[in-house]
């Protein structure tokens, strides 16, 4: 069977409807708490290396955390361990969910991206 692992919020109505189009497609999931357990900083570069994405994607811009600490401004003065440091301070930042096979990765949830990357 297929693995893969998902940081997710399981309060979460597109982390839900994540899981279900997985185990439809034959996934078993591993599945991490993002807000209790956020990934290192570590962890969070080889998600971004494995996705193809730029760091800001993973930033969960529609957050109320991200909007009360002002970050819109402050994100683009960081350096890129900062980015990665300060996003695995609080798992309420990084958008969700993020989904690994630990050679490919998606972030965040689109019906589509997932029939193409994960079928």
């Not at 980015?83 to 096979?101: E, H």
Request: net charge positive.
């Amino acid at each position: 069977m297929k693995k893969v692992k998902i940081y997710q919020y399981s309060k979460c109505g597109t982390c839900r409807l994540a899981v279900k189009q997985l185990k439809q497609n034959g996934y078993e999931l591993e599945s991490v708490e993002i807000f209790e357990h956020p990934p290192n900083p570590q962890e969070l570069a080889a998600l971004i290396k494995n996705s193809g994405l730029p760091l800001f994607r993973f930033f969960n811009t529609s957050g109320e955390v991200y909007r009360e600490m002002n970050l819109k401004d402050k994100v683009k003065l960081m350096s890129e361990e900062e980015q990665l440091a300060l996003l695995s301070s609080n798992g309420r930042l990084i958008k969700r969910p993020i989904v690994t096979d630990g050679t490919k990765t998606t972030v965040g949830y689109k019906v589509e991206t997932y029939d193409q990357v994960w079928s």
